[in-house]
């Protein structure tokens, strides 16, 4: 199947000469707020998702795409570990396409407590999670790169996921149930009459406002919930969790790979698409759009892979980046860690004397199918109907026949084709045909939603030789003035500096140099013109005046 299709979704700006009414707006479009306008299309509510920027750019986007089997949980959060066994079991049914079966490990380390093992067998017995202990040898031969100093092995069925893939075909599906998706649409008002939520006020990318009105308004932003909440007079206790990863520029390990305790900074490895990405820490901040990642934490991350894969620190690492979770409790705790994984769906009109607002928060990627439906089951209850939920049944878009993804296929597929069509992207195998139907389908000339959409510039050379073919293309096909498509192109740069330039050593600073060669010494790309050049007067035009 092609990856990632979703053409009949509207991104388009919406008119703002009349208001939008619909039954369910929904308010974030990470895969809570996706899953929630599914599951509501579904069952026949007119729904409406509106985003601030493109979907899955917040926590969604930004995590290690950890499928989780329960595992880590089992121990000290068995209702977290509960939702992600089962949620985990649906997903690899309905997603099948968006997940590779990479397995997992949990291994005791050198620096690990030896009787944890136990408890995290029991755990896992109690809580549903299936679990198997292997040798030391066996676990070994198949992740040779471990650390040989580890005394046990368990297996359990972790695997990973691609987030993006996932949140586009769940917005597609919304959109063949007839859900309006609108990312780039920023609320700026909730809107009320007396006590009762009627809906919101939105911003475009063109500075127009559109209002929509609904009779259930769905609070899924995630880490914002919070600010969200406050515009509408209520209350919601978020505490923003911030999360830094860092990804190598190839495979250390073909499995999951977790040290066998106690949560902990830095002690999960995961094989994601060609990568490995080795996460993460956990801070309190107090704002989810300010914060920062500090070079304590690098070097802490750096530390912790050399436990799990030793040579880790002197591998090639691609990339950093951070994310925040939306980690709920109604008395803030002091340490993230202590925050339950679990969800939980928030009636305004009972917590607040609110009506018509519902905040669906906490939980993981792993369970926002579960999420969605316990959040649209509340939305039902307002409205005084009762529908059947049948997210865990339909699969997604291109996950019909149930195959998982597998590494190489896309290379497959182009070996098939090879003397077809123009390669713009060797790293990711981005063909210019995928690419320019992704960018007539995009109002706005981003090239990073474009990376997000069909893995542009994701591999080791971070952009460097595709990404000028891609801003070309993009002049080209939405006709954009030159200063326009050097402003896109010039954004993707700095985007994607801002999470290379920390960890320049080595290959990757040799890798950076020669990219600042390509865009500074070529191109000259410090010094593109960002404004369209005056217009000279016609002649006879100035002639007559």
Known sequence: MEEGRHANIRLDAVAATAPIECEVLVIGGGSTGVGVARDAAMRGLSTVLVERGDLATGTTGRFHGLLHSGGRYAVKDPQAARECIAENIVLRRIAADCIEDTGGLFVTTPIDDPGYADRFVAGCTDTGVPVEEIGVAEALRREPRLNRRITRALVVPDATIDAWKTVWTCARSAAEYGARILPYHEVTAVTRAGDQVTGVVARNQGGETVEIRAQVTVNASGAWAG??????????????????MLATNHRLVQTVVNRCDMPADGDILVPVRTVSVIGTTDTLVSDPDDWAVTRAEIDQMLQAGENLVPGFAGSRVLRLWGGVRPLFQDHAPQESRDVTRAHAVLDHRARDGVAGLLTITGGKFCTFRLMAQDAVDAVCAVLGTTRPCRTADEPLPDSEDRHYYVLGSRLAGRERTLLDEQVICECELVRRGRLTDEMARRPAPSLDDLRRAVRLGMG???????????AGILHQTKHLSAAEADRALLAFLEERWKGYYPLLHGDQLRQAWL????????LDAGHLPLRAPARR?????????
Not at 232 to 244: L, N
Not at 460 to 470: D, E, H, I, N, S
Not at 537 to 545: I, K, R, V
């Open 515 to 522: 990219d600042d060669w390509i865009f500074q010494g070529v």
């Open 227 to 244: 600010l969200l909440a406050a515009m509408a007079g209520c209350r919601v206790q978020i505490s923003p969790g911030k999360g830094i």
């Open 537 to 545: 007067p016609d002649t006879e035009t100035a002639q007559s005046t």
């Open 460 to 470: 080791p050379c971070q952009g460097g030789f595709c990404m000028y073919r891609a």
